[in-house]
T-cell receptor
């Protein structure tokens, strides 16, 4: 089983729709969680951090469920510009902390 | 302000040659990370630096790969005797003091081994 798993998609939704995807992780000792966005042939860019209490930034909401060991990203009122690959990142804690990127979920917003 | 920069942006080399990739992190960022990403794949962690030391080298795929960081700033990733499977985009990222806190990525070096 991979340490971090994401549905690769692609998710193909119409503009204005609400879309959500999850990312599961296997290490219960994981400490920090993030969502990154990566446009085609570009570097990843931080979208938002993920907290147990939830985190909302405009149309984007991120949630952490420690009991079930997954994080989620919800995008409301999707825009064409939201089309990208969304990577979840899980950071462990040890003397040599591990940073694991999921393989990404592709999202395509159609007009 | 200046972000993370990497050079070269593209590198084409012949199998068996050595290559050196460079990363200039954001000024003041003590943590530096190297990843590689093959076409259509996720990011593969290679190595992490805190200052000049590398507490986690667990991701280096073989002993042909090495990295160093000097002066707590610039880092170089060296691949010796390159193989075709080394072809990928090599990404560098830096972050502030606390490891794992949001990383800022450079544009990457696209390495092609013929």
């Amino acid at each position: 089983r991979k340490e971090v798993e994401q549905d690769p998609g692609p998710f193909n939704v119409p503009e204005g729709a609400t879309v959500a995807f999850n990312c599961t992780y296997s290490n219960s000792a994981s400490q920090s969680f993030f969502w990154y966005r990566q446009d085609c042939r570009k570097e990843p860019k931080l979208l938002m951090s993920v907290y147990s209490s939830g985190n909302e930034d405009g149309r984007f909401t991120a949630q952490l469920n420690r009991a079930s060991q997954y994080i989620s990203l919800l995008i409301r009122d999707s825009k064409l510009s939201d089309s990208a690959t969304y990577l979840c990142v899980v950071v462990g804690y040890s003397s040599a902390s591990k940073i694991i990127f999921g393989s990404g979920t592709r999202l395509s917003i159609r007009p | 302000g200046a972000g993370v920069s990497q050079s070269p942006s593209n590198k084409v080399t012949e199998k068996g040659k050595d290559v050196e990739l460079r990363c200039d992190p954001i000024s003041g960022h003590t943590a530096l990370y190297w990843y590689r990403q093959s076409l259509g794949q996720g990011l593969e962690f290679l190595i992490y630096f805190q200052g000049n030391s590398a507490p986690d080298k667990s991701g280096l795929p073989s002993d042909r790969f090495s990295a160093e960081r000097t002066g707590g700033s610039v880092s170089t990733l060296t691949i010796q005797r390159t193989q075709q499977e080394d072809s990928a985009v090599y990404l560098c990222a830096s972050s502030g003091n606390r490891q794992g806190i949001s990383q800022f990525f450079g544009p990457g070096t696209r390495l092609t081994v013929l």
